[in-house]
């Protein structure tokens, strides 16, 4: 993979994340459900998903389909991108230059916890680098075994983070 490459993931993912909070907001608009049914039953496309209409109709599932879907593009994002700039900097013998940054081993447990059902649990290596913190937030060992919820880790910090990596990207690595 190549640096630009790299950098189109990024930009790929920060789309992703803006384009299903666009998606969050017109699901909320009391209009945008009935729109929909009636532009859907209206064009002749492929329609795979029979439950789709009942779930457009129910504003409570579609709530909360549509909030599930934003966490979890920006789960997908946050741990796909760990991996994709850990990969290119282990094979572009970079990876000290990441593992120095300040944010580096925050990134590392917090996409361990979105790998792992969303709780804390932290091995022998996780326990020594304790506590971790980036940002204003620190991961320490009183988490042990919690959830991790929006209050400790918001979005909007989840895309400060996507961004402060994609920068580093940006203006360090070769």
Not at 14 to 25: F, G
Not at 30 to 39: G, H, I, K, V
Not at 90 to 111: C, D, I, M, N
Not at 131 to 148: A, H, R, Y
Request: net charge neutral.
């Amino acid at each position: 993979m190549t640096k630009s490459e790299l950098l189109g993931i990024y930009r790929t993912s920060l789309n992703n994340c803006s384009l299903v909070y666009a998606s969050l907001v017109l699901w909320a608009y009391p209009d945008t459900p009935d729109f929909f049914e009636a532009l859907y039953v209206e064009m002749d496309i492929p329609k795979p998903h029979s439950d789709l209409l009942p779930i457009v109709r129910d504003s409570n599932v579609l709530k909360i389909a549509s909030e599930q879907l934003y966490n979890t593009v920006h789960r997908a994002a946050l741990k796909e991108l760990f991996e994709l700039t850990k990969a290119y900097c282990e094979a572009t013998g970079q990876f000290p230059a990441l593992k120095s940054q300040p944010w580096f081993q925050f990134w590392r447990v917090l996409r361990n916890c979105f790998s792992h059902d969303m709780r804390f649990r932290f091995n022998a290596h996780d326990r020594s680098l304790l506590p971790v913190s980036w940002s204003g937030i620190t991961l320490d060992l009183s988490l042990e075994g919690n959830q991790l919820t929006q209050r400790q880790f918001s979005r909007e910090k989840l895309r400060e983070l996507m961004e402060t990596t994609r920068a580093f990207v940006e203006t360090t690595l070769a």
